[in-house]
């Protein structure tokens, strides 16, 4: 492709960029009828050839997947053209790429060149709360509020909530000095009654959420309301201002998750399950409902029920190896330890993996096969050494507790000599060989 051609090309990547008015093939402005309706000046941006280029190595980059060039280029450019609608592109691609330095910087940039453009000032503002800059944050949250746009004060809220007690004590004073100017706003109530959570006030934020209901369509500051109450233990009041809401906003599926986990909260498992079930049947493909739904059975002892739903979890691939480990607990509640283990058996690596080794170990010992349980161990290490000492901890403890001390001294060794700085091991060789030996002849080996 020659330079030319390049450039003719460029342009029609960079038609977000510029603000280029369509032109019909004679040169005159495409219209629908011979009376068009009069247009606001554009404004257009001229790019010298250098900037052209570099954008559309940009775009090419993006679609070859090399999205460190794209970044690159746009940020770049975005400095040196200081054009919202670079800076604007290159925003979107740092934020896509978790790129936070340079989010920040493209949404700054954005910000200072369209100052008329509440999307624009609101990405800044959300930026600096994210790098801990909260005052700066709040001017440009207080320019879209101005603008009645949709301000995010609860995110400058929560963003603030890992982050020391003089930074959100700050951070409380710039609310109060907005909400004296703007005292009705209920975007600005809402993220004061969060940060008086974070403080551990959840009295005084309840009374804050109580003295100004929210608007119509605001969910959050209900939900929460039923939250403060739950913490400062009237549940029984939370109960009933959810199910209000409900009635309100009966689509609402935050309302209606958040009462079937209070209804769980409150021991109501039955009430619980109901309000589960309902909402699967709302949601079907929602399988983080169904997988609740499962986990609520199980709390009220309908094992048939929960059965079910763990086998369509597994039927649908999701949340497979927490369904495998359910369904053995299910089968030992049945008395039914073969079943157990087959289920067991079938919990891949990740967070059950564990629990389900030490499952297998425990039933196999229960029904004297050790040998058995530690022959199944000692090929779990070979095939997942990642796990290695935590299933010598595991073989160790479960003979242990099978009354098997000697067993459980003589694995504890090998494992030291294979890891000889492990702490856990370390602290566990002398629990275990407790009950088999005195601790003067401890002592004298590790001497």
Not at 290 to 297: D, G, I, K, P
């Amino acid at each position: 492709m020659n330079r030319s051609s390049a450039l003719l090309l460029a342009f029609v990547f960079l038609s977000g960029c510029q603000a280029m008015a369509p032109v019909s093939s004679d040169g005159t402005p495409p219209t629908e009828d011979s009376t068009p309706a009069p247009e606001k000046p554009k404004v257009y941006s001229s790019f010298s050839e250098e900037t052209v280029f570099s954008l559309l190595s940009a775009e090419l980059a993006g679609q070859r997947n090399r999205f460190d060039i794209a970044l690159d280029n746009y940020v770049t450019q975005a400095i040196n053209t200081q054009d919202p609608g670079i800076s604007e592109r290159a925003f979107r691609i740092a934020e896509y790429l978790g790129a936070d330095q340079a989010a920040l910087d493209t949404a700054l940039i954005w910000a200072k060149n369209a100052p008329d453009d509440l999307e624009a000032q609101r990405a800044a503002a959300v930026q600096l709360a994210r790098a801990g800059r909260y005052d700066d944050s709040m001017v440009y949250m207080e320019k879209v509020l101005q603008g009645k746009g949709d301000t995010h004060f609860d995110f400058l809220a929560l963003s603030a909530a890992d982050t020391d007690q003089g930074t959100r004590n700050g951070l409380m004073k710039s609310f109060d000095r907005l909400l004296q100017r703007h005292p009705k706003n209920s975007q600005l109530i809402f993220g004061k009654a969060l940060l008086m959570q974070q403080d551990g006030d959840a009295k005084g934020a309840l009374t804050l959420l109580e003295d100004n209901p929210p608007d119509d369509g605001e969910i959050a500051p209900i939900l929460l309301r039923a939250r403060l109450l739950q913490t400062l233990d009237r549940g029984g009041e939370a109960l009933p201002l959810l199910q209000k809401s409900i009635r309100k906003y009966p689509d609402d599926k935050r309302l209606r998750l958040t009462y079937a986990r209070m209804l769980v909260e409150q021991d109501r498992m039955n009430d619980a399950k109901v309000e589960f079930s309902s909402l699967v049947q709302q949601y079907p493909e929602d399988d983080e409902l169904r997988y609740s739904l499962a986990l609520v059975c199980l709390e009220a002892k309908a094992w048939d029920e929960a059965k079910g739903y763990l086998e369509d979890l597994i039927a649908r691939e999701s949340h497979v190896d927490s369904a495998h480990l359910n369904l053995g607990r299910i089968a030992e509640e049945r008395n039914d330890p073969q079943g157990a283990l087959i289920e067991y058996a079938q919990v891949g690596p990740g967070n059950d993996y564990l629990p389900a080794q030490l499952r297998q170990a425990d039933i196999l010992m229960n029904n004297g096969k050790s040998a058995e349980a530690q022959s199944k161990l000692a090929a779990e290490r070979d095939t997942q050494p990642d796990y290695a000492i935590q299933l010598y901890l595991i073989e160790a403890e479960t003979l242990s507790a099978n009354n098997q001390g000697d067993k459980a001294w003589k694995v504890l060794q090998q494992a030291l000599l294979q890891y000889p700085d492990d702490l856990n091991l370390l602290y566990t060789r002398p629990c275990s060989r407790k009950s088999a030996m005195t601790w003067r002849r401890w002592k004298k080996t590790c001497a």
